[in-house]
Structure formats: C-alpha cells, structure tokens
C-alpha cells in the first residue's frame, strides 16, 4: 500500500479481509475507500483453488479435489472430531518421493504450490465449515513440505498471523519424509511448529527399498539432524510408521525401531496400511499389532498411538491421495 502512495494501515485491513474474514471479491472489502476498492479491482479474481469434487465420509471427514489454474490437481481432507477439527493440506501437485507404499508417489511429480494454493486450502474450509473450529493443521497432504521449502515456511507465517487464521504454531505439524538440509534450516527458522517424520523403516536396509530417499539421506544422517532439531526445540518428534504386516512389524523390526527411539523423546504414531489397491482390502488385526509394539516400548518414555484411520471409503486417508476424482 505504501508503494501505491497509499496509507500502510490499508495493507493491515486488505490482509485481515483476505485472511480473516475470507472475502471473495474486492467488493466486499468494505472498510477500504470506494477509491482505493476500485484500484485494486484489477486484482480480482482472487480465488486460486477451484473445487471439482467434494466427497464426505461416513464419520463427516470431508475430502475435496481441487484444480488449480493451470489445470493441476490437489486435495485437501477435513477431520472433524466433536467441536474441533483437523484439515489436512497438501504442499506440491503429485510428489517426487516415490515411496512404494503411497498413492501420491505412484502419481507423476508436477509443480510446487504457490503460498496462495497453500494457504487457499485452509481459507477454502474457514469458509464452508465457519461453525466448527479448525484447531489444528497437519502439512501431510500430497507433497513433501520441505521440498517446497520457502513457500511452506511464508505459508506457515501468514497462517499464524494475529490478523489472519490465527492458527497456533504448537497446531501446525509439518511431516516429512526426512530431507535432511531442510531439517537443519527448520531448526534455525524460529518457527514453533511441530514436525513429524514419517520413518516406516527402521533399518537402511527396507527403508532405501521402500523409501528411496533414504539412499541420499540414511538413517544415522537423519536421527543426527532430528536430534539436533530436538534440542533446540525442546520439543518431542512424532515419528510416524505405516505399519505393513510382515514387512515392518516383525520382533526384529521393533527391536531395531526402538534402538533409534530410545535415544530421543518422541511420540510414535502406528499407521495401520491403507491399501493403493481397492480389492486388496483385507482384514488385519491393527490392536494385535499394536499390543507387540506396546509390549517392546512399555518401559521406555515414548508415547505410542494407533491413528484411527478417517475416510478410507472416500480414498482420504493417509497415503490415498491421488489427485483425481473418484
Ligand atoms: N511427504 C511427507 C508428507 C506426506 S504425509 C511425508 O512423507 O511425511 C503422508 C503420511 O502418510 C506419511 O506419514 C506416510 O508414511 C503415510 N502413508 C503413505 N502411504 C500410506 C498408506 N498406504 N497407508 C498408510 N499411511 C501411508
């Protein structure tokens, strides 16, 4: 606003408008001057994100696919749970990971998203669930966050601006895939947010098969970076871990996770596997799994869930996110 020879406090009220009060059109912006609604006119539309297909699940988790303005595709997942809810959002079109296991790698990588369609996404539901309050934000939808680097952390400021969607840092979690440089620079961000990693392996060995970038990054390089975020945030990790019957939950497997958890405080999140494959859905007893984990980390202070998986039916939940329409 300066720049244009306006007053600076008009820039406070456009971000407020924008980010607040989530308004579609310069028109409703109408605390500005009829002059100054008119200049930034040539500014509309302001909308980045188009939605093609909303689809809502049996327990009121709600997923929409949206296109971009260059045609691209992504999707976001609302988690209601009582009078609070979390929303899922994505960082990148499709993703470059290729992890074996998840729908979003199986899928061509396209672009990084600009801070607008990240921060779209949560305007988008501020808008059409203004009755149930968005208490957390997870940075686990298509995409890995720390490759969308600068755009995530400006995305994470304007999300937790006093005059915007307020949101908590302590209610942001970035997940990663451990990219390792960018864990460094994250620490030295400043930022309060938490971070997540999702591990699914605890041994070079099936983590390189499974998750190729464990190849440039490998454990002992990640858990050093993770302990030196840790220290500086003085904040536990959330590791989270796909469980795939067999592959990752053997005794072995569990006794080898513990040798790298043990070493720092942190939560681990078991993820019971969604299948990529529709027809390969077969019952897996996920509490019985749980239990042999339980058995292994009773002792030790490492607080251990099981995420109760929201919205398979309707292809939301972790992993699924493919970017099309069902
Ligand atoms: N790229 C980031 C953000 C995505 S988070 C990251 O990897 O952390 C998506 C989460 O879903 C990850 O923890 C991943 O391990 C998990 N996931 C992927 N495919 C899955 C599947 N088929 N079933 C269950 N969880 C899966």
Not at 143 to 167: F, H, K, M
Not at 232 to 249: H, Q, V
Not at 282 to 292: E, H, S, V, Y
Request: one cysteine or more.
């Amino acid at each position: 606003m300066e720049s244009w020879g306006e007053k600076r406090f008009h820039g406070r009220q456009i971000f407020a408008a924008l980010h607040r009060r989530g308004v579609k059109s310069v028109g409703e912006m109408m605390d500005l001057t009829l002059k100054l609604r008119e200049r930034l006119a040539d500014f509309e539309p302001l909308d980045s994100l188009f939605p093609v297909q909303e689809l809502k699940g049996e327990d009121g988790t709600i997923k929409i696919l949206f296109r971009l303005r260059d045609g691209e595709h992504i999707e976001s997942v609302w988690i209601p749970k009582g009078d609070h809810a979390t929303l899922c959002i994505s960082t990148q079109a499709g993703c470059p990971l290729d992890c074996t296991f998840c729908a979003t790698g199986k899928i061509a990588f396209k672009r990084n998203l600009s801070v607008a369609e990240i921060v779209d996404q949560v305007i988008y539901f501020r808008r059409l669930k203004s009755d149930l309050l968005l208490r957390n934000l997870v940075f686990m939808g298509m995409g890995e966050p720390l490759l969308n680097y600068d755009n995530l952390v400006r995305s994470i400021r304007t999300l937790y601006a006093a005059d915007g969607s307020a949101i908590s840092q302590r209610r942001m979690t970035v997940s990663t895939a451990g990219i390792v440089p960018k864990i460094e620079q994250l620490r030295d961000e400043g930022l309060k947010i938490k971070l997540a990693v999702s591990l699914n392996a605890p041994t070079d060995e099936l983590r390189d098969r499974i998750m190729p970038i464990n190849k440039k990054y490998p454990l002992n390089v990640l858990f050093k970076a993770l302990d030196e975020f840790c220290l500086k945030s003085g904040d536990r990790i959330t590791f989270e871990y796909t469980l795939m019957p067999g592959l990752n939950d053997t005794d072995e497997m569990i006794h080898a996770l513990r040798k790298w958890l043990i070493k720092m405080p942190c939560k681990l999140n078991l993820i019971p596997l969604n299948p990529l494959d529709r027809r390969r859905r077969k019952q897996t007893d996920w509490d019985g799994i749980f239990d042999r984990f339980y058995e292994v980390f009773a002792k030790d202070k490492i607080t251990l869930t099981l995420r109760r998986s929201r919205g398979a039916e309707i292809r939301a939940a972790c992993g699924q996110l493919a970017g099309k329409t069902l």
